[in-house]
């Protein structure tokens, strides 16, 4: 399924690292203007290439990914599915535009610290610029706790939001939280930096067959000492009980 250009806002992810990064140029710039210490133009070209890598994942690359991502899927059209940590849309909405008789609901705390500009009315503003207003519910909620019954959910997204869980048990516990609500036969899609290895881990322990691949040069954030990892399972069509946690 095609899905079209965006047309929302959709703001900066954790403004503060570019923030950092174009304070740290400037630095650069400053020590060879005013001082005559040599090779700081190496320092210099190395940082602006870093904020680059970083401002294409955020402003461009990972709207490319996630739209062969979630355009390689067969979908049906009336699909439930569910973001966590949706933050101003970037993923639900192009969800959303796959599905144009089923729902896709965003969950966020709405931290302006993960996302730059974060907030409810922000995504609904986003929503409505994309089309697709009608075709989405918001929800202020954690994602370790998610406010909906057992297999609510034929589709279960996530975009580098889980690792914003400081502790642990809390990642583990909104992996189980996703599988909680998904669907017999529906999939499981995580994209994160950093924690995927314990994403995968945890689906492991409860008996359930995942993979992990790299989602490549478009998501790096800052370079290839970050990548993005996604991380997939099915749910069993045939329901059969997974293994305790």
Known sequence: MKIAARRGHYGID?????????????????????TPLKGWWFTASLVAVLLALYLHTTLRGKFVVWRDLLGARSWRGD?????????????????AACVPRGRATGID??????QSGNGIEVTRRNAEAEGVANRITLKTADMRELPFADASFDVVVSSVAIHNISDAAGRE???????R???PGG?????????????????????IESARRSLGWRMWWGGPWMPTTLV???KPADGRPQLPA
């Open 109 to 114: 705390i709405w931290s302006s610290k993960d």
């Open 181 to 183: 609500v998904l669907r």
């Open 79 to 95: 699909e439930q599915v569910l973001d966590l940590g949706c933050g101003r849309g970037a993923v639900l909405l192009m969800a």
């Open 14 to 34: 954790a403004p503060y690292v570019p923030a950092l990064m174009a304070l740290g140029l400037l630095g650069c710039l400053a020590v060879m203007v005013f």
């Open 187 to 207: 999939q499981l899609l995580v994209a994160d930096i950093s924690k995927s290895a314990q994403y995968q881990r945890r689906l492991r322990a409860r008996g």
């Open 173 to 179: 516990r909104a992996i189980d939280e996703a599988w």
């Open 232 to 234: 997939t399972a099915t």
